[in-house]
């Protein structure tokens, strides 16, 4: 019969890793079945936003993420854009993530994906209710009355057979798991073929001296149409990738990587490729993250090009998503819409996060190339680089990832989940909560890991006591943190906060504007329940 989980992770990527950290803390019992015994050194998806870096510090890993990093943190990892060649006459800065930094509870940071793998291997083997069988391959997934079961086979050959409550496919965007569970995608092939090259250059490290505090470098050429060719930097020890559109022919002939460096770069210098891959340049996106008791996390549920920087960052959103729900439903107090809910939140999001900031910078950058030249009119060219320059600080300031259209959280009626927002200190719901000192000199609400918290800032006692009665006839684990609605904490505009595991905001309000068992219920996915009474007999 083989061995009985809670829940069963396919692929061990940052995001099956992170989300087995997520229910590992939360006592869950899990088994994660990864095919590669070590991580693979391809350095992709380095850099981690503030709010990625609020999971960890969540994970209780942020330290060791931190001392993983392969760029001195005094050097700097910040990132620019260039006109033509790298070292041309036209750049501005770009991903400027300081610009929010005051939003969120800590730094944004960038490290390679093999070392930020390698800190979530370790956080795993310390939480005893995860089961790790790395080496170990994904044969096949079966959905029946009550749970799932899935057939892996390890390196010798083995086969074994797990049964779970749960089966999550974080396997990538060649997801076993999406096709056993038949869950349709949908694609958008922009019909490019796109290579990533590894290679070492001490030489492109002088040249680049010029640019301090910068570890990333995107070039635009006309005769690209808006895609880019991208540089990043591993290390300060000449180790560094490059992607960037190339002929189809590229994969089966010889192709000059090192003179298309160095037409990226503008001037030649030493290169030694150590790896070269090849992908299709496409957008796809699973139709549904859900079926059944199957779940799809990370690139598995959606991929698409590495622009930006928005990969990683929202596989592991994913994962901080649905971890707490499954920790709720398995623990008992999550009901039963609150799994739906996972895809109800995270499948638009992605929509807005491929639509509104990677293929309108495609759109925007081929219109751009289309339309202006400093060959042809260079006032024109220059006061347009200009204000793409401001356009560029808009973007970090924009995407802010919410809930305000999810079943679970009371916004404001028509609201959509998007990934298109306004950072700020008001606590809205479906947002995600920005930190304000607290009384007792932490330097945000301490938020419950199981269960939800209650910020009372010289509220009402009456509304208190009626949330904390509400919860408990529900069973809902409830924190309530007091303080008082001064020193910066009236910037939430609310006495009353209620939040989710994952920091986001379920409802505010000064005052009780319903019942506290109404808002209990709707934000634990137990709908339908009006009073404390009828609360207490479903739960």
Known sequence: MGDTYDVVIIGGGPVGLGLAVELGQAGISVLLVECHATPVRVPKGQNLTQRTMEHFQAWDAEAALRN?????????????????????????????????????????????????????????????????????????????????????????GTEHVASAQYLVGCDGSRSLIRRGAQITETRSDHDRTMALIVFRSDGLNQLLERFPGKSFYNVLTPELEGYWMFLGRVDLDGNWFFHAPVPDSARTEAFDFAGYLHRAVGAEFDVAIEYTGFWDLRFAQADAYRAGRIFLAGDAAHSHPPYGGYGINTGLEDARNLGWKLAAVLHGWGGA????????????VFESTARDF?????????????????????????????????????????????YAGSPIVFGPDGAVCSAVGAHSFAARPGHHLAPRAMSNGSAAPDIARAGLTLLALDAAADDVAAFETAANA??????????????????????????????????????????????????????????????AIRC
């Open 68 to 156: 993983a990093r392969t760029i001195p943190r005094e050097y700097g990892i910040g990132g620019l854009t260039a006109y033509g060649t790298l070292l041309g006459e036209y750049r501005y800065d770009w991903l400027a993530r300081e610009r929010v930094r005051e939003y969120y509870r800590t730094d944004n940071e960038r490290l390679p994906q093999y070392c930020t793998e390698r800190v979530l291997r370790d956080r795993v083997t310390a939480l005893p209710s995860v089961v790790t069988a790395l080496g170990c391959t994904a044969q096949a997934v079966s959905q029946e009355e009550g749970g799932v079961r899935i057939r892996y086979r390890d390196s010798a």
């Open 474 to 535: 529900c069973r809902v684990p409830l924190a309530v943190l007091h303080d008082t609605f001064d020193n910066g904490r009236e910037a939430y505009g609310a006495r009353l906060v209620l939040l989710r595991p994952d920091g986001f905001v379920a409802w505010a309000g000064d005052r009780l504007d319903t019942s506290a068992s109404a808002i209990i219920a709707r934000v634990t996915g137990q709908d339908g329940l009006e009073t404390t009474a009828a609360c």
């Open 337 to 348: 819409h609150l799994l739906d809910s996972y895809h109800a939140e995270r499948h638009p």
């Open 358 to 402: 990677i293929e309108k910078s495609i759109r925007e950058d081929s219109r751009f190339l289309a339309r202006y030249s400093p060959a042809r009119d260079q006032d024109a060219f220059e006061a347009e680089w200009r204000n793409r320059g401001t356009g560029a600080k808009a973007e970090v300031e924009s995407f802010a990832t919410h």
